[in-house]
């Protein structure tokens, strides 16, 4: 699937990584910043091809790997930053990696060493009451992913309203947190750009992702529905131009989009509503009625988003947990 091709706009370039057959997400894209020294925003994921598509569009703007002294990870995903280890390899000089200092584990070498399929993953399976064979699938699907990215360990970190300095740009970080704690969007003000990370995309409504490793959270109490609600709201006092996200095309009708995520997130949470309230089930078992279709091996996705609705439906008191199980049960009220 092609993609428009972004606009032209000085001292930044879109590297758009096509993603074929791997996933919905069309491209991952890298964002090429400044006349040089280069900054990049996010570094793709260590996909076959990959490396060698990067370095020929860099080229093709007129920049090698040495000419790269940054590169900003807008989270700690691996199609975001996979390839930057040999991105430095290749420059042959240190780079400087950046994300957000609630991301930092996530692309550690001690995270992606440890089981990725950890003991929280398996305790939220039992709770929902995920069958043997969806685990297995999901569990070969989590090995995969590893082997698209190395890790990284000496990574600097950055806050909230952080700003870079660049030759030709400036960019200030806002911390958007929901599709993972340490999400960023970077606004580059002079040219209203916005960097969305995967906190926007055309395409798709991004996923906030429930978060099993809950020991690893700043604040106990993070739910990322409701981070990920603040954090729109937050982007909508910017004058923006362009949004340039992670994956597909850029955006230029930010408000517009912000609002179809929101009546999204409604219906849905309407939905996880409805199926409790026709029979008290456990979780995977109302996958259907949620979603009208799930691709194979995608489950975890689909309960993740069913929990993350679920939390804010026992906020707003339309649900409540009756039996901790595992498997728990939740009813409609
Ligand atoms: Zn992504």
Redesign the pocket.
Known sequence: MEIASFPEVENIHAIALPLLGYSN?IT?NIYVLGKGPITLIDAGPKFPGAFDFVKEHLHKIGFDFADIDRIIIT?G?I??FGLAKNIQEAAGKQIEFVIHSEDKWRISTQTLNENIWGKESQELMAMVDMPAYEVEKMKNRFSFFKVLCDPLDEVSTIEDNHEFQGNGFHLKVIHTPGHSPGSISLYEPEKKILFS??HIIKHITPNPLWETRKDKLKDPNYQSLIAYMDSLNKLKQLDVRYVFP??GEYIEDLPGIIASYTLHHRERMDLVWLALKKEVRPLFHIIDEVFAYVPDGDAFLAISEIMVHLEMLINEKRAELINPGPPALYRAL
């Open positions: 997400l991952a989270h995903h199609d975001h990370g995967d992670g994956h």
